[in-house]
Nanobody, 114 residues
Framework: VQLQASGGGLVQAGGSLRLSCAAS????????MGWYRQAPGKQREAVAG???????NYTDSVKGRFTISRDNARNTVYLQMSSLKPEDTGVYYC?????????WGQGTLVTVSS
């Protein structure tokens, strides 16, 4: 399984970005796709996740600002980020979890300037 993320960049506070992550390979139908991020000097944290059935979950700091979605036919997960804040800055990683195994994308940098 391989994951390819894209969509990061530099944006001013209050702006928006959309991240995409396409998975390829032998993907089990029942899985969870999600986004994690790692800010400079901090540990990686979970941002949002979505099951193949469309059930979503968000960390409190992004609720109401970020929206995760997926296209099962394309094995692609999206993260629409709005009202971005400087504290959203970091490397964003997509992940695909199947039972107890996790696959990771290469990360895409999001920088929010104040």
């Amino acid at each position: 399984v391989q994951l390819q993320a894209s969509g990061g960049g530099l944006v001013q506070a209050g702006g928006s970005l959309r991240l995409s992550c396409a998975a390829s390979g032998n993907i089990f139908r029942f899985n969870i796709m999600g986004w994690y991020r790692q800010a400079p000097g901090k540990q990686r944290e979970a941002v949002a996740g979505i099951t193949n059935g469309g059930i979503t979950n968000y960390t409190d700091s992004v609720k109401g600002r970020f929206t995760i979605s997926r296209d099962n036919a394309r094995n692609t997960v999206y993260l629409q980020m709005s009202s971005l804040k400087p504290e959203d800055t970091g490397v964003y990683y997509c992940a695909l979890v199947v039972t107890t195994r996790a696959y990771w994308g290469q990360g895409t940098l999001v920088t929010v300037s104040s």
